[in-house]
């Protein structure tokens, strides 16, 4: 609608006219009106960039929290529930362990406790006599 309105409002000598000649001017926004629209579009342009790196299936913990981060960074009202130790966040040791795993620097002793769990010791290869099955080709990629 705000996106609308923002396509419909832009600067048309045509535009105004016809607004004139309907006699639509009292329901036109006042000019300050006007500008807190266009700043509107701006942030929920900007927060619908995020969402939709959200959704992405490649995202990575320490994506998410650079998309935080830089969202924090812009509107600091939001900071609250952003933060890398908001109340959403189930464990932060685990989440901030994995954000420092993926981006190589190192854990303290909770975060690495807490990232034991998901350590994969060395992979051991099994040679079988049987043939592969039908999902081996596509789980091996």
Do not use: W
């Not at 309105?5 to 000019?31: D, K, N, Q």
């Not at 932060?92 to 362990?97: M, Y």
């Amino acid at each position: 609608m705000v996106a609308r309105y923002i396509a419909l409002m832009g600067p048309s000598e045509i535009l105004i006219a016809s607004i004139e000649r309907h006699e639509l001017v009292p329901l036109l926004l006042f000019t300050d009106e006007n500008d807190a629209i266009h700043a509107l579009h701006a942030d929920t342009s900007n927060l619908e960039v995020v969402t939709k790196l959200l959704q992405d299936f490649k995202l990575t913990l320490s994506g998410a929290r650079k998309a935080f981060d830089r969202v924090m960074k812009a509107y600091p009202e939001m900071s609250e529930k952003l933060r890398p130790d908001a109340d959403i966040v189930n464990n932060v040791a685990l989440e901030s362990g994995m954000v420092k795993i993926i981006r190589g620097e190192k854990l303290s002793i909770r975060e690495a406790a807490e990232c034991k769990q998901f350590e994969v010791g060395p992979s051991v290869h099994v040679e079988t006599d049987k043939p592969p099955s039908f999902l081996a080709s596509a789980l091996k990629k």
